[in-house]
């Protein structure tokens, strides 16, 4: 139980990017740095007291200390951004940590399996853009997607055995994607994209591609990147339907004819005519004029239209008041899952 306590109290610390001695000055010095290296160390275990102290200030409840759901996360490889520090990187990752040890253990209760088959396991190695369509092709056969335009990606991934997690980031980070225990796909975004959310569509999409496929060994970094945002693209609006809405060729494209594709499909304008040279509809002279325009307009980070859809995982919420309503969870487990306070959690639940 030492060791349980110590790495659950590290965890929860570096989730909130503290130091040691952040913490002790967060309480005020009523755990000197010293103690809490101690706990940290699995040498001692606090008293109640101190651990309703340590859980006030990491704003976690006392059980969390002893949660002991196993959650092992595999490789992280996060995109080098210049204020993307480590800190940060760590609160992501222990924000994925602490979210999946209480969906995992719900779907325990659940008696519910978390088996994944990749979809595209029999694809090979990803060199082209050619084998990229091809893929995402797969993707929306398997998965019964026709040609339509997907109403949400996070719902979707989630349908078919992806765990979506939006965690708390500073600075320039989008999302990542992992197995945890090494057979549950995840994928986590920021939830400071909640206002924008067709970048969320397309970033879960982006890692999508990075969980499924396998690329060559010969290709750079940059060029998985490129390869993975046309498979987020080619997703989204598939070649037959956008070919369907602005014809086999094309030498100008309205603001106004990209945002009602937008709107349908969820994709921003910036990425819709990026796809639409990939598709051959438009050539690179009309991309350099297009970017240069939406530059003089400063339209690059506002697009004058917007995605008026909504992108949030239901699922494990879902779950919860399904646990919670047939009785196999307390109210009070129920909160502990949720990570709230019961007071809390049942004023929530009262007035769902």
Known sequence: MNQIFANRLKSARLLNGFSLQDLADKIDNKISRQAIFKYESGAVVPNSEMINILADALNVRPDYFSRVTTVELGQIEFRKQSNFSVKEQNKVVEQTREYLSRYLELEMILNLDSIFQNPLKDIGVISSKNQIDNASEQLREKWELGMDS?????????????????????????????????????????????????????????????????????????????????????????KKALVQELGIKRNKISIQ???????????????????????????????????????????????????????????????LYRALSEEQISTSKAAALKNMKLADFRLEFITM
């Open 150 to 238: 997907i109403c949400s990606v996070a719902e979707l991934l989630e349908e078919n055995g992806i765990k979506i997690i939006a965690v708390h980031a500073d600075g320039l980070f989008d999302g990542l994607q992992t197995l945890v225990n090494g057979k549950v796909p995840v994928i986590a975004y920021n939830s400071k994209l909640s206002d924008k959310p067709d970048r969320i569509r397309f970033t879960l999409l982006h890692e999508l591609a990075h969980l499924l496929l396998s690329f060559s060994d010969d290709l750079s970094s940059s060029q998985r990147e490129k390869l993975c945002h046309q498979f987020a693209a080619s997703m989204l609006l598939p």
């Open 257 to 319: 004819e990209l945002g009602y594709i937008k709107k349908e499909y969820g994709i921003s304008i910036q990425a819709i005519v990026m796809r639409a040279l990939d598709c051959d509809i438009i050539d690179s002279g009309f991309i350099g004029k297009f970017f240069n325009y939406l530059s003089l307009m400063n339209w690059r980070t506002e697009e004058p239209i917007s995605y008026d859809g909504v992108e949030k995982s239901k699922r494990f919420d879902q779950l």
